[in-house]
């Protein structure tokens, strides 16, 4: 059974629909690459699946429980996690706290025992801000760690995000536009970190990504969207191929 | 200076030498307070204490939820007469009280917050106002017994008796009167200490942080599982709940409560304190509410003639004056004094985290007997600097005028920021020189500056040492 | 109980014209609201000054009332567009903070000027609606008509006149005139206000100057049912306005309207009969005073956003 299983989503604004009858499946430790032009939905799809939007119609699955049913603080408790196209740190706090938020979800430590410090509190704490370190090693963030989160560059930003994602053992990572302000080195170690990061922590991936060469060269499924409806779907390869897909990206001819 | 003066590692010996000192300089204002002041003076640092937790309740919504609560005069208000009620119709102990009035406080901000918080933006505001204004008439209301309970519109009262317990009566400056304003002082000096503690501790952990997530950025939060509506009114229940603290406060340092006491203006009050001290700081919420009482009691001495009309402030226009002085901050101060003391401390020391391998997350360049001679000059100037800027600050404060007034305040609590810098610089120094280990490369003058600079701090602790010793032995 | 009905014309009445002048304030409110998102906490305060301006023109120099209303209107809209461009401007609407305490500053400032000009006595200003003028036939001279067996006030059909006429005059202004329709783009989406070349800063300050305008107005109309104008007098009018701009939704026009006759007529009719009438004298202020706070609470569990607030999709 497929990890992720969207079915029949449609999502309404007004008179606009954003979202248009889409399904897809989505193995478990697989790289899927969800691509389209601007405004196709992709981040619609996003926040319906972390259920910011409620979609007007359909269903999504996730490991055979419905997302739909949850609401939006609830579905890190599956593991689901995503990162966000224009960010959503908190630049009131240092780095590394926000990655120890990142484990709001796995962690117990409540107002009470925060107060009086009791001491199964303190040593979730340590151990959390261990593991908070470690996420940032791995994402080769520590020079950083103690920064406050506002005023540092966008790149860097968008690697506190994964490094935040990363710290809570999620189950899937939705990755939004993560490639969007690197420089093309930058992209490529990327697309590399990607791999590395989905084969050492049994990830399953979901990948918004306008930068087409990384989306290609990581992806194992493609979904191409436009105007809120799926057009192609499947390898790859094939997909690129495609008569409608070549003229939802350059424009019938 | 562009870099520090000094690079500590936090946790390490120098950084804990240098809290030492922080700790001994607020300890010994502390301590000198109720020996040192009038009881008429004592009352008036006592009524700015009530007001920091109330503010640091206010603080707590406002400034780490960043929702807009503006009637805390409400919850402060039923605090108080809660504790009026319950130790002087109940007979209850004033200290079983606290705990029942941090509850009442805690659910009716459940009762307030679980529907005002459901909303975003201004939604809040709308109603705390509400709330704020409606609070004082509700306690006139003949029906239900309320004005029984209440006093009406006379108040009431509470009998020092009854509100204060007998057993502080060994403390400095209390002269064995139960209920006068020096033991007032130390009963709330304990409560704020404890509540300041625990308001800390929760913020500086995870529930607190997912209070700040949610202040940054609430999507970010609510799909990291922070579950919105629970943490923001619980948070609210909390602030409520020390407003009530506060109340009880009010209630003991007063000793008498009347609805018109806790009406819109004292919600304004809280907000300004607020603004002033830092919003979001917790240190800045003391200083808030030091401030606030402070420029009420100046403001009633100043008068300024402008021809035919004259500018009093004794009357209605000390309130346009707190308006002013929100406007002013709000637009070229918007951290408070709490920034402005930070970007003043930023210049004279850093302390740097502890990466969890133990070793500081950044070069620590501590100030060895063997740092470079600028570096001991601007020490040095420093050192001497302290004890001025305070002899300047004490000096001024006599000057019946507001804006000399507010630069006296600062300079005032400029030493607690510039003092333990140079203390550990003239300490360092000392250690030195006593090991015979001072290098030539020091400029002799520069060292005896520094050290000389730390006498004078210290001169400065003795005299109130010896202020307090004076005191203490005479009674 | 006893269902007494011969006297609920009164208490409608009577709540109809409290609840157009909570539709006057609260009708501020959202024009600054749909203006620059943000609440002005100082409009009670902006419209007390006004209501002395009236004060000082009708009773102290003589002017005729109406004049002195309209000049007083006028100032005040000056002073509203004065304070949107030199104190609310440089702040962004979306941090509410700042722009919260500023108004708040206004709020002391004005309330403390006008009581160390004025004092807080309450002073005596001529109700611009005392008496039916001499050309109503069978009526000239009295306070009010006998309607439905209930006493209508003159001051109650004045009250309502007039904010009639404010709102199809508001309307005209905002349908009609360039000025309105650029206020009306700005206050649906400024960015692309903006980007069509609406010089959004003057449209804000215009929406200030009709908000500040209103207020006064509202001040004016309810001043002779508080005994006249004192510094304090807007306190409690603003909750109840408030209240009705919550129930209307913060960004309705009509809304804002509706929701400040609906606050009334719940006050007049569901509390007073209610309390008076049904339940007896002695519950009748507790009901009264919690009516709107309790109200707002209701609203925001039930809809959020208002009865005729629009909800707003917010993009992450």
């Known amino acids: 059974m497929a990890l992720l299983e969207v079915s029949d989503i449609s999502v309404q604004f007004g008179g606009i629909r954003a979202l248009d009858d889409l399904s897809f499946t989505l193995e478990e430790g697989q790289i899927l690459g969800l691509i389209g032009p601007n405004g196709a939905g992709k981040t619609t799809l996003f926040n319906v699946v972390s259920r910011i939007y409620d979609p007007t119609a359909g269903s999504v699955t996730f490991d ?39 484990d709001h979800t796995n962690t117990k430590s409540n107002v009470i ?53 990363l710290i809570a053992n999620p189950r899937l990572i939705m990755l939004d536009e993560p490639a969007s302000g690197l420089t093309h080195a930058e992209v490529d170690s990327l697309a590399q970190d990607i791999k590395g990061l989905r084969d050492r922590h049994n990830l399953t991936v979901l990948l918004v990504e306008h930068h087409m060469k990384m989306v290609l060269g990581i992806s194992e499924k493609l979904v191409v969207l436009n105007f809120g409806r799926k057009i192609a779907d499947g390898d790859p390869d094939v997909v690129r191929n495609d008569p409608e897909v070549i003229e939802a990206y350059l424009g019938s001819s | 200076m562009s870099s520090p003066l000094v690079v500590v590692a936090k946790g390490g010996a120098e950084h804990k030498r240098w809290q030492y000192v922080q700790y001994l300089y607020l300890a010994s204002f502390v301590l000198l307070v109720p020996v040192v002041l009038q009881p008429f003076e004592i009352g008036k640092m006592n009524r700015a204490l009530v007001l920091s937790v109330a503010i640091l309740a206010v603080n707590l919504v406002v400034g780490f939820n960043g929702m807009l609560a503006l009637g805390h005069s409400a919850f402060m208000g039923v605090g108080a007469f809660v504790t009026a009620s319950l130790v002087q119709d109940e007979n209850w102990d004033f200290w079983m009280a606290l705990p029942v009035v941090v509850m009442v406080g805690f659910v009716l901000g459940i009762l307030v917050g679980l529907p005002a918080l459901r909303v975003k933006g201004l939604y809040l505001a709308l109603i705390t106002i509400a709330q704020a204004t409606v609070f004082p008439t509700l306690v006139n209301i003949d029906e239900l017994g309320i004005a029984k309970r209440t006093g009406g519109p006379n108040g009431k009262g509470v009998s020092e008796e009854v509100i204060a317990p007998s057993y502080f009566e060994w403390l400095p400056g209390v ?11 130390w009963c709330i000096i304990l409560i704020l200490g404890i509540t300041l503690l625990l308001v800390t501790n929760y913020i500086r952990s995870r529930p607190g942080r997912a209070v700040l997530a949610i202040r940054d950025n609430e999507a970010g939060a609510a799909v990291y599982g922070v579950n919105l509506p629970v943490v923001k009114t619980v948070n609210f229940a909390i602030s409520a709940g020390l407003g009530s603290l506060a109340g009880l406060m009010w209630c003991l340092d007063k000793g008498f409560v009347a609805g018109q006491d806790f009406t819109f203006l004292l919600a304004v009050d809280l907000i300004i304190g607020l603004v002033i001290g830092g919003v979001g700081t917790l240190q800045g919420s003391l200083l808030g509410g030091l401030f606030v009482v402070w420029v009420n009691d100046l403001t009633k001495r100043i008068t300024i003639p402008l021809g ?26 918007p951290g408070g004094i709490v920034s402005l003391a930070k970007s003043v401390q930023n210049k004279l020391i850093k302390v740097v985290p502890i990466r969890p391998d133990g070793t500081p997350a950044e070069d620590v360049d501590s100030f060895d007997p063997g740092m470079e001679s600028d570096r001991a000059q601007s020490a ?8 001025v800027l305070l002899t300047i600050g004490w000096l001024l404060m006599n000057v019946n005028n507001l804006i000399v007034g507010c630069v006296a305040f600062g300079l005032r609590f400029s030493i607690l920021v510039t003092a333990p810098v140079a203390m550990l610089v003239g300490s360092n120094e000392l250690k030195a020189l006593l090991a015979g280990r001072r290098p030539e490369s020091i400029k002799a003058q520069a060292s005896m500056a520094r050290l000389l600079g730390g006498l004078g701090f210290l001169f400065v602790l003795l005299y109130g040492l010896w202020l307090f010793k004076t005191q203490y032995s005479s009674r | ?33 749909k203006a620059t998102t943000l609440i002005n906490f100082a409009t009670g305060e902006l419209a007390m000054i006004g209501a002395f301006m009236v004060y000082v023109l009708h009773m102290e120099q003589g002017l005729w009332l109406w004049l002195s209303i309209l000049i007083a209107m006028i100032i005040s809209a000056g002073l509203g567009a004065l304070i949107e461009r030199t104190l609310t401007r440089p702040f962004d609407p979306a941090d509410h903070l700042p722009v919260v305490l500023i108004t708040l500053g206004l709020f002391l400032i004005f309330n403390a000027l006008a009581g160390d000009i004025w004092n807080y006595q309450v ?19 009295d306070r009010f008509v006998m309607v439905l067996g209930s006493r209508l006030k003159y001051q109650s059909i004045g009250i309502w006149v007039t904010l009639a006429l404010a709102l199809f005059l508001l309307g005209l202004i905002l349908n009609r005139t360039k000025m309105g329709l650029a206020f009306r783009a700005v206050s649906s989406n400024v960015e692309s206000a903006r980007l069509v070349g609406v010089h959004t800063g003057r449209t804000l300050g215009f929406g200030w100057a009709l908000a500040s305008a209103f207020g006064t107005l509202g001040a004016v109309l309810v001043a002779p049912q508080l005994g006249g104008v004192n510094p304090n007098m807007m306190a409690t009018i603003l909750i109840y306005a408030l209240a009705g701009a919550a129930l209307g939704g913060l960004d309705s026009m009509g809304g804002a309207v509706m929701g400040g006759v609906l606050i009334g007529l719940i006050q007049a009719v569901l509390v007073m009969w209610l309390g008076v009438v049904v339940m007896g004298q002695a519950y009748m202020s507790i009901l009264q005073l919690a009516a709107a706070f309790v109200l707002i609470l209701i609203v925001l569990l039930f809809r959020p956003s208002g009865l005729f607030g629009s909800r707003r999709v917010e993009r992450v």
């Open chain 1, 64 to 102: 055979g429980k419905d997302l739909l049913a949850m609401s939006a603080h609830q579905i890190s408790r599956v593991g689901v996690y995503r990162t966000f196209q224009n960010l959503a740190l908190w630049p009131g706090m240092t780095v590394i706290e926000n990655v120890m938020v990142g």
């Open chain 1, 113 to 165: 025992s925060a107060a009086l410090r009791l001491p199964s509190m303190r040593s979730e704490e340590k151990d959390l801000r261990n593991r908070a370190w470690a996420a940032l090693e791995e994402i080769g963030l520590e020079e950083v760690a103690f920064h406050p989160a506002a005023g540092l560059p966008f790149g860097t930003l968008k690697r506190i995000e994964l490094a935040r994602a």
């Open chain 2, 175 to 185: 002269d064995g009167a139960r209920g006068g304003s020096a033991y007032r002082y």
């Open chain 2, 308 to 333: 035919l009309y004259t500018l009093n402030g004794d009357g209605p226009l000390a309130k346009a004056i707190f308006g002013l002085i929100l406007i002013l901050f709000t637009f070229f101060a």
């Open chain 2, 380 to 387: 040095m100037k420093l050192a001497i600097l302290g004890p």
């Open chain 3, 1 to 33: 109980m006893t269902w007494n009905f011969d006297i609920l014309p009164d208490f409608v009445f009577n709540g109809l014209s409290l609840g157009a002048i909570y539709g006057t304030v609260a009708l501020s409110l959202v024009l600054i609201f």
């Open chain 3, 123 to 141: 002073r005596i200003l001529s109700n611009p609606f005392g008496k039916f003028p001499s050309w109503v036939p069978g009526l000239g001279g």
